[in-house]
């Protein structure tokens, strides 16, 4: 591929700052299609404008931007990590971090425009780069919106790397072969936002250094943990 590590991994910072790898080899309930049961908790990402609502102090209000690093500036706190969590995650972590502050601090943190609703494919394709997520989009899917496979791909070992609620990124290996060839088409994995997902050129041995190379160390920015991981 012509475009470098270093421009891909530049991509791969906006949908995993604020959280370090930990990959897991087994099936992952979070990797799988979301359930019917209920709707899947929206993640917040970078560039989210989000709104901070204090019912009690309507004076501390604000709108504030999700920046790169992950993190937003409010009035009184440190900076708060927000990328990688749920809005009530980071209503909670607010209350806790206000009840220094304020007698009885009642906050709700509200999605007011969304820029995390797309997912990132780098590596063996023809295309690599963002894409918007749309209801339902697959795996595969995704792949092929990016140009599909190069003949260089190695499309028994694609990885799919995902962020759980609680900001924690999970990897694992996906074998697409018998997707692509109709043989389990109930396979393919529907994507959630910010799901990166990298075609490498040949088998990679070991998934674990895999992201902690080109996720961790290759990033130009520097991740910021989550508090309690």
Request: proline share 7%.
């Amino acid at each position: 591929m012509t475009r470098s590590w270093k421009t891909w991994s530049m991509l791969l910072a906006l949908g995993v700052a604020a959280c370090g790898p930990n990959i897991v080899k087994d099936d992952l309930p979070s990797l799988a299609a979301p359930s019917t049961g209920g709707p899947v908790p929206y993640v917040v990402a970078v560039g989210d404008q989000l709104g901070i609502k204090f019912y009690k102090n309507p004076e501390l209000n604000e709108d504030v931007i999700v920046r790169p690093d992950g993190m937003i500036s409010l009035q009184l706190v440190e900076d708060v990590v927000a990328a990688g969590r749920t809005p009530l995650a980071i209503s909670a972590d607010l209350r806790t971090r206000y009840s220094k502050e304020l007698a009885d601090p009642s906050i709700a943190v509200i999605v007011r425009k969304m820029e995390g609703d797309r997912v990132y494919v780098g590596g063996e394709v023809g295309k690599q780069g963002v894409l918007h997520l749309v209801g339902g989009l697959t795996l595969f899917q995704a792949i092929q919106e990016a140009g599909g496979f190069t003949k260089t791909a190695h499309r028994k070992s694609v990885v799919l790397i995902r962020r759980t609620p609680d900001g924690k990124a999970f990897g694992r290996e996906i074998d697409v072969r018998p997707v692509q060839q109709g043989a389990q088409p109930e396979g393919d994995v529907v994507l959630a936002a910010n799901d990166v997902i990298f075609v490498p050129r040949s088998k990679i041995a070991n998934v674990d250094v895999f992201v902690e190379q080109y996720i961790r160390d290759a990033l130009p920015i520097s991740y910021v943990p989550i508090s309690g991981f």
